[in-house]
């Protein structure tokens, strides 16, 4: 089939490229689209060259799906547009709280793809909320969870290519003994925590902790309790999460392991013993949503603790984006 991806130039456009590759997705012709500042550029692709054209230009009717990835404001405006002529998938946070747009992480609730006609769009869940959700369905289908208390360490790749090139710089001159500038976070990002993710909300809560209770009980379960904190550091790729989930049901710890070890898109290493666990360097450019470190926790009844960690520009954005085209293509959706 033909296929474009709008925001070809950015982080996630080129893992797009990449995963497509990998997974030898069947593609008879791709069309690179971006903005005009960015048309005329040349990104190769399978030995070919292929060159950007103007997203105010392009025909969507020419594909069977689009990949959005370039953000709130161009998708509010295109991806409707888009939808008229084609199926889009999009990984911005603009569509997700929309009741009639399914909000997809296939290992997960890929049966709600039967709405994806409703308006021909399909969103791609949070970074940080789609391995909480891998990670947690095959839990909640065993033992039924209650509430869940989140803690995300999420790399700067999520803020995008400047904040990236920000925490480079900032190194750099921490070890020059400069002036350290932060433009892209509140506060200077090498060597620190930063307790905050977009912008705060009237109870106190930032939009990326909203973001993560609103999406987690949309894909998961509407009943889950949920209550989150996020925090950046200075981590270049891979989003980790500390995760404390309490179950209605009693639980058993080698039982999870097990189940665990055995659901689609998991990868359990946990072994009790100095660096028997995944940290986010192990877990860049890798497919799997990593746990680790699964306890009791013996302060609550029916209560465990794990850590989640997962590459945040694959499993968190392209990869899973690919996996729900895929999805489409195995359900026949895309032709219904």
């Known amino acids: 089939m033909n296929i474009a991806i709008v925001g070809a130039t950015g982080n996630v456009g080129r893992k797009l490229l990449e995963v497509l590759d990998k997974k030898k997705f069947p593609i008879t012709e791709i069309f690179l689209v971006a903005s005009p500042k960015s048309v005329g550029k040349k990104i190769n692709f399978k030995d070919k060259e292929l060159i950007v054209e103007d997203l105010n230009n392009f025909d969507f009717s020419k594909v069977k799906i689009a990949f959005f990835a370039a953000g709130s404001a161009i998708a509010e405006k295109w991806a409707p547009i888009a939808a ?35 308006k021909n769009i399909i969103s791609n869940a949070n ?85 993560n209770h609103d999406e987690v009980k949309k894909i998961l379960d509407k009943k889950i309790n949920i209550t989150s904190t996020c925090v950046r550091i200075p981590v270049l790729v891979s989003h980790s999460i500390s995760i404390n989930v309490e179950f209605n049901k009693k639980h058993n710890l080698d039982e999870i392991r097990n189940v665990l070890s055995s659901s689609p898109g998991c990868k359990v290493v946990d072994e009790k013993k100095d660096g028997g666990y995944i940290t986010p360097v192990e877990a860049e450019n890798k497919y799997e949503t990593f746990i680790s470190r699964i306890r009791e926790d013996n302060s609550q009844s029916n209560t465990i603790n794990m850590w989640i960690v997962s590459d945040n520009l694959l499993k968190g954005a392209a990869l899973n984006a690919v996996e729900i085209a895929e999805s489409l293509i195995k359900e026949n959706f895309y032709e219904k």
């Open 84 to 118: 008229e002529k084609t199926i889009v998938i999009d990984n911005s946070k603009f569509f997700r709280n929309d009741e009639e747009i399914p909000l997809i992480v296939p290992e997960v609730n890929s049966k709600e793809l039967v709405h994806v006609k409703n």
């Open 127 to 211: 970074c940080s909320v789609i391995p909480i959700v891998v990670a947690l369905k095959p839990l909640h289908d065993l033992y039924n969870i209650k509430r869940i208390v989140a803690s995300t360490y999420q790399s700067v790749s999520g803020a995008g290519k400047e904040a990236m090139d920000e925490l480079l710089s900032q190194t750099k001159d921490y070890f020059d003994n400069k002036e350290m500038n932060s433009k892209n976070f509140t506060k200077q990002i090498a060597f620190n925590a930063i307790p905050h993710i977009d912008s705060f909300l009237d109870n106190g809560t930032t939009k990326e902790e909203q973001k």
